[in-house]
């Protein structure tokens, strides 16, 4: 891995997650073959590459999801590799994930699904609840939604409904799996503006899975380019493309022109 | 010698993948069982299950119910009535209904309505990443999701077997007695007198072990179904085939333990 600055500030950041030598598996083929990753706490650090390259088998292995065949996870200090149950538990009560399709609970409303953490996890009275779940719809625009279910909102307001999930128990860290797959530019633009407000708002340190290149590189403190399910560049944004891999131009190029076929094919 | 050590490698995997998937089918049940078991308790989410699996077949159960006795009572009429026998109907249509047709066709409704809509809905979420959801919200989604529709199954079963074999006698004494003409007085003397406990026990835990059967095997393939259109469809589908031939295969076991 080339490794090629520090942060987007250029000041160091203590790491809130160390990824390192991460190997999985599935049946004959290697999809993470030696990952080695450092999250800077409070920053967002953007994980791209081509499609099958292991980016999303990444961030279930951060999210603890998935456990690896071999390698090391710490996040804030705790190898979570070696935790059981009730351990990953308690790290996963200082995440706050959203994923690719938004992964809102369709028989609930949005009020219910935004409430769903709080009234699983904490012992918040009901009315403790609707006061910070309407505070957290106001936050992420939806105001006035809380009694439309998933399937009335448009793709962009299940993703926004969907980070006020992830954002309502205050996580330290946040994870979003392609989070403005199917989105239109403007919709895009504007998960990407809220991913940054949340982000400064809350402190938080967040991991992003994207495809969304050069676009994501806007609000990304530091990027990290995946290949062949290893890290083949990581630093800003403006170090990775001063870096002139000749991998990573080919996948840019892929993804200008549209043609998926060529970034998959590196 | 290459094809045969192939051929016994085929076979080697082939053990492996089955002892493998039997072994998690099982951990599945038991995994389920000791969350059901352990805090946090989720009787609200029991007492959902229990209306969706439970009250909302009570319609379609009391309507088969009805029309299996109705058959038994105009088959039963027919048969006994050539050896004179027409005091014994109600005895019959009982002890059918209750030891054996109540638990097996009761089950099997409720299979095709709320076991097929189970594996359907849990196979649904697995496809749109709802169950990732729980577990990344250190909610466990076996606890959250399986357990409480294994014990409403549990629950719902024997409720429904019972109004089953009650619809079903007295679907069997509307047509064999009203229509037939068999005595009205020995109908219900024979139910009373050659009825035992032990015969209504026996239906029972038949159920039981139906629901119990059926809520494991709907939720399993609901739960492991792959994460597509087609995964979901096919989950379905096994659902349904697998809980209706365990039914009947379970049914020859309890019955000659039960007998």
Known sequence: MAAVGQNGNGSVTSVAIEVRELRHRFGRQQVLNGVDLDCQRGRITTIVGPSGCGKTVLLKHLNLLLRADSGRIVIDGVDVTRLRNRGLDEVRKEFGMLFQAGALF?????????????????????????????????N??????????????????????????????????????????GLDPTRTGSIHALVRHSQQRFGLTVVMVSHDVPAVFEISDRVAFMHEGRMKLTGTPAEVAAANDEVFNRFLAGRASGDERDAAAL | MSRIVELIERLGALVIDNVTALGNFVLFLATALWCAA???????????????????????????????????????????????????????????????????????????????????????????????????????????????????????????????????????????????????????????????????????????????????????????????????????????????VLILAWDYFLTSILL
């Open chain 1, 106 to 138: 369709d028989s609930m409303t949005v009020f219910d699904n935004v409430a769903f953490p709080l009234v699983e996890n904490t012992s918040m009275g009901r009315e403790e609840i609707a006061v910070k779940v309407r505070e957290m719809l106001a």
């Open chain 1, 140 to 181: 992420v625009g939806l105001e006035g939604m809380e009694n439309k279910f998933p399937s009335e909102l448009s793709g962009g307001m299940q993703k926004r409904a969907a980070l006020a999930r992830a954002l309502i128990r205050n996580p330290k860290i946040l994870m979003l799996d392609e989070p403005t797959t």
């Open chain 2, 38 to 244: 352990t805090p946090p308790y989720k009787l609200r989410l029991t007492i959902r299950q229990i209306r969706t699996i439970g009250a909302e077949s009570i319609v379609l159960v009391a309507l088969i119910g009805a029309f299996t006795g109705m058959v038994l009572g105009l088959q039963g009429y027919n048969t006994l009535s050539r050896f004179g026998s027409e005091g014994a109907l109600g005895t019959v249509v009982a002890l059918v209904l209750v030891r054996e047709l109540g638990p097996v066709l009761a089950a099997l409704m409720v299979t095709a309505r709320a076991g097929s809509a189970m594996a359907a809905e849990l196979g649904s979420m697995q496809a749109t990443e709802q169950v990732d959801a729980l577990a990344v919200m250190a909610i466990n989604p076996i606890q959250y999701l399986v357990s409480p529709r294994v014990i409403a199954g549990i629950i719902s079963f024997p409720l429904l077997t019972s109004i089953f074999d009650v619809i079903g006698i007295w679907g069997g004494y509307l047509i064999g007695v009203g229509l037939m003409g068999a005595p009205a007085g020995s109908y219900l003397n024979g139910i009373a007198q050659n009825m035992s406990g032990h015969d209504i026990m026996s239906g029972l835990y038949k159920a039981l072990v139906f629901g119990l059967v059926v809520m494991w095997v709907c939720c399993y393939k609901g739960y492991h179904a792959q994460r597509m259109a087609t995964g979901v469809s096919r989950a379905t589908t096994e659902a349904v085939v697998l809980s209706s």
